[in-house]
């Protein structure tokens, strides 16, 4: 997120520019106009150009700040110490680091998914998943082109997706029953490469994307 406007900003700048702090204001107005608004004034950007970056409603003041968020989190680790890690530590690195630029506005966040949840926005919720999903596997530096591209964001949107929803309701100390599950569910996916490689090396069809994938979202699992 930039630190300061242009003197003549864009849209897409003042969108940028307040996106950060939309969430602390839906918390309390929900993810609508007042919360531009009140962004706007805090921020010191005149509200008619609020007005205008957020005029397509909710889910795109939503998406402005998931795109904040992203920023953020490849923002928290250098390439090189990306690189110094196993993969598996990446991933865990950058979905916690992820969750802690979440973690101050757990409530707009909740609000934020409760809209998305609407089936009129299932679309548009998917494709942020990815997205997200997406960025944090490119950080990681994987390069893949292939079916591996595809499975590997399919399953981290899984893992991300599932852990939000522990994370929300989280009480505990520092985020504890959230690491611990986001540490189990890294360890299913560490292990996919093992199970499909066996599945396919027999000819078996018996290998489910969608089965694995449901059984990310499961606490105990």
Known sequence: MPVSLPEDPTLDEVRSF????????????????????AAAEQAGVDPDLARLAFNDGPVDMIDAWFQAIDAKMAAKYSAEELAGMKIRERIKALVEARLEALE??????RRALAILAAPPHLRKAAKMGWRAADKMWRLAGDTATDYNHYTKRTLLSGVYGSTISVFLDDESEGYSETRAFLDRRIENVMQFEKVKARVTGRGGDGFSMARFVGRLRYRGA
């Open 18 to 37: 307040l996106a950060g702090g939309l969430a602390a204001q839906a918390a309390f107005d929900g993810w609508n106009e007042t919360a531009v608004l």
């Open 104 to 109: 101050s506005d757990r409530e707009g966040l």
